[in-house]
């Protein structure tokens, strides 16, 4: 069945990404991104896996450097809620806000 909503369908190429190199990953996003006229990206890696940190911020680099939009990469931890400090993912999430607005990035 073909997924009407354009970012549900984008988001189906990524949802097995890890198996992809990082430049195919990357160029899923930049298309992405450039057939829905996307403002701004949210990126997440798990704090506890350093390994994959490093593909979080060369996708916010390559992102910044082709589209020149905002992207916001996120550490998320899903087994320890000690990790997570709502007030500093709160006031993260305002100035990537303000700057998708203001188009200060």
């Given at each position: 069945?073909?997924?009407?909503?354009?970012?549900?369908?984008?988001?189906?190429?990524?949802?097995?990404?890890?198996?992809?190199?990082?430049?195919?990953?990357?160029?899923?996003?930049?298309?992405?991104?450039?057939?829905?006229?996307?403002?701004?990206?949210?990126?997440?890696?798990?704090?506890?896996?350093?390994?994959?940190?490093?593909?979080?911020?060369?996708?916010?680099?390559?992102?910044?450097?082709?589209?020149?939009?905002?992207?916001?990469?996120?550490?998320?931890?899903?087994?320890?809620?000690?990790v997570?400090?709502?007030?500093?993912?709160?006031?993260r999430?305002?100035?990537?806000?303000?700057?998708?607005?203001?188009?200060?990035?």
């Amino acid at each position: 069945m073909r997924q009407k909503d354009p970012y549900v369908a984008a988001s189906q190429h990524l949802r097995s990404s890890l198996v992809s190199p990082l430049g195919a990953r990357i160029r899923i996003i930049l298309g992405a991104c450039k057939d829905l006229g996307i403002d701004g990206v949210l990126d997440h890696y798990h704090t506890g896996c350093r390994g994959v940190a490093g593909d979080a911020f060369m996708i916010r680099d390559a992102v910044a450097k082709e589209l020149g939009i905002p992207v916001l990469v996120l550490e998320w931890e899903n087994f320890d809620p000690r990790v997570f400090d709502d007030e500093r993912f709160r006031t993260r999430l305002e100035v990537f806000r303000s700057m998708m607005q203001t188009g200060t990035h």
